[in-house]
């Protein structure tokens, strides 16, 4: 499918040095339909080139494209001048409470990773593969008169998410999940090499919340939720193993036929895999190493090991924390929008 518009949409990075600023930029350059056009980092940087500044941690190779980009510090008449419509907000939460109201109030487009105003009624945490209707939650902030924030949600909630949407039509009523969360979803530079070398912590503030309040927003419904979240000492990729009591006792069959059938409700957009939830047979399967897998590389969802027990469905899954878990997230939301009300 071509996927090319005949003007591109003029987009700002905000956090481009972190970690997950450094994914919005490997999967920005080239980008069929918006144009990086403006970076920002702490001000000490300002003026200086992304190329001499990023300290690059992905695994995947940096853009020579994006690398003569000057970086600049936060500035709303700067960036309207320099006709920036959609912005890519990886700021952390202190800063994005600050921030980003006052650029959706000058109008700006704000696509975030940050958890600020994941949890106020009219902002979305958008993720299209299973409530792309809630895009619409924008007009209640005012779009298109003025400007909007849309999140995506938490990287652990995410690839949880990708995995039930199609199993919602099974009645979803309790969900049991443990994580095994990679040091990459603690940021750049995250935690010290003291604390996770050699070891697993089994506690990150705010994780459970996060996964309980989202889940529940995003789906729609309203099971019982027991999750445990817990670092491990791997670079990319979050693991989580997970138990579901469905209303209607399906079979591990009728759930691998779900995954199966799924698709997105829009398969137009340039960053969204065909198939979002890909099951692997394997039984060492799915891997946190294979983080980077699919195509388009780190936005598929692996599930496996599906097992039944006392009537519960069991099966592992393993997300990309840092693309579709938070930067691929962010820009597969943008196309949503763009494909919904740019091209309507």
């Not at 949890?119 to 779009?143: F, H, T």
């Not at 409700?265 to 983080?291: C, G, I, R, W």
């Amino acid at each position: 499918m071509d996927f090319t518009r005949e003007k591109k949409i003029k987009t700002a990075v905000l956090g481009a040095t972190g970690a997950v600023g450094q994914v919005f930029m490997w999967m920005l350059q080239d980008h069929p339909w918006f144009e990086t056009c403006h970076i920002t980092a702490s001000s000490s940087r300002k003026g200086n080139l992304y190329g001499d500044e990023v300290h690059w941690v992905v695994p995947q190779e940096i853009p020579h494209s994006m690398m003569n980009l000057e970086l600049n510090e936060l500035d709303i008449d700067h960036m309207k001048k320099e006709g920036i419509e959609i912005v890519f907000s990886a700021m952390p939460a202190d800063l994005a409470s600050e921030w980003e109201p006052k650029l959706r109030d000058a109008g700006f487009f704000v696509f975030s990773n940050a958890s600020a105003m994941r949890y106020q009624e009219d902002v979305p945490i958008l993720i299209p593969e299973a409530n792309l209707s809630q895009l619409s939650w924008i007009e209640r902030q005012g779009y298109p008169s003025n400007g909007f924030v849309v999140t995506n949600a938490n990287c652990s909630t995410t690839g949880l998410v990708v995995a039930l949407a199609p199993l919602r039509k099974f009645g979803i009523k309790e969900v049991t999940v443990s994580t095994y969360q990679s040091v990459s979803g603690a940021g750049y530079p995250g935690l010290s090499a003291f604390d996770i070398t050699d070891n697993v912590i089994p506690f990150i503030g705010g994780e459970e919340e996060k996964m309980v309040k989202e889940l529940k927003k995003i789906l729609e419904i309203d099971p019982r939720i027991f999750p445990f979240c817990v670092r491990v000492p791997v670079m990319f990729g979050h693991l989580e193993s997970v138990w579901i009591e469905f209303e209607t006792n399906p079979s591990p069959e009728d759930v691998l036929h779900a995954w199966d059938d799924f698709v997105l409700m829009d398969p137009s957009l340039p960053s969204s895999p065909k198939h979002p939830v890909t099951y692997l047979p394997q039984e060492n399967f799915p891997q946190s190493k294979h983080a980077f897998y699919g195509n388009p590389k780190g936005m598929v969802v692996y599930t496996g090991r599906i097992k039944e027990e006392r009537n519960r469905i069991g099966f592992m899954l393993m997300v990309n924390n840092v693309v579709k878990g938070a930067a691929g997230g962010s820009i597969q939301n943008a196309e949503a929008f763009v494909r919904r009300y740019y091209d309507a």
